[in-house]
């Protein structure tokens, strides 16, 4: 059992690494999230973090992984790493872009110094051109949704100084878990 549960996690991450999933760059990635009507986040923020691809695989236990860089006033100040665990019921892989946008200095401040974790209780919104996609740290499902031209947003604010917005771009997840998503920073 061990043996076919880790086969298919490296053939749903080798699925998603080979695909176009990963091809989109951090000007195109943003550009997507202001078309789907965001761009008031960009502008008032103090600082975010944006992850062009973060790829997610899961049968049982899951897990994802995505690099990004981390802005202040939207000048680049680092890079980041989001990795994330989850465990409950969940089967296939899943790519999608993330945007963490950082009300004040205080919330930029505690994610850079790696106070910030998403636990089950922190949800991100969904940015998507379908009704069948949806992305949260609690676990949720997703599905591919329509096409990142044809993204819109659904909702979203702050908790505790941050704001997470989503973009599924391919694959398919379902997914009943508990899990949270871990970051680290380096700075330039």
Do not use: H, W
């Amino acid at each position: 059992m061990k043996q076919i549960l880790k086969t298919l996690i490296i053939g749903l991450l080798m699925s998603l690494v080979c695909s176009s999933v990963y091809a989109d760059k951090y000007a195109d990635t943003k550009k997507i999230f202001v078309d789907a009507g965001i761009s008031n986040m960009f502008n008032s923020a103090y600082g975010y973090a944006l992850f062009p691809t973060i790829g997610k695989v899961g049968f049982l236990v899951g897990g994802a992984y995505g690099k990004g860089r981390v802005y202040k006033q939207s000048k680049r100040i680092g890079n980041t790493t989001m990795t994330q665990a989850s465990i409950g019921f969940q089967l296939g892989g899943v790519g999608f872009s993330q945007v963490v946008f950082f009300l004040d200095k205080r919330a930029l401040t505690e994610f850079i110094n790696g106070n910030f974790e998403f636990g089950a209780e922190a949800q991100a919104t969904a940015i998507t051109a379908t009704a069948g996609a949806s992305a949260n740290t609690a676990g949720s499902y997703a599905t591919a949704s329509r096409g990142k031209n044809n993204a819109t947003t659904a909702g979203g604010s702050y908790n505790k100084g941050m704001a997470t917005f989503t973009i599924t771009k391919g694959g398919l997840m379902f997914e009943a878990s508990v899990g949270g998503q871990k970051f680290s920073f380096t700075k330039l």
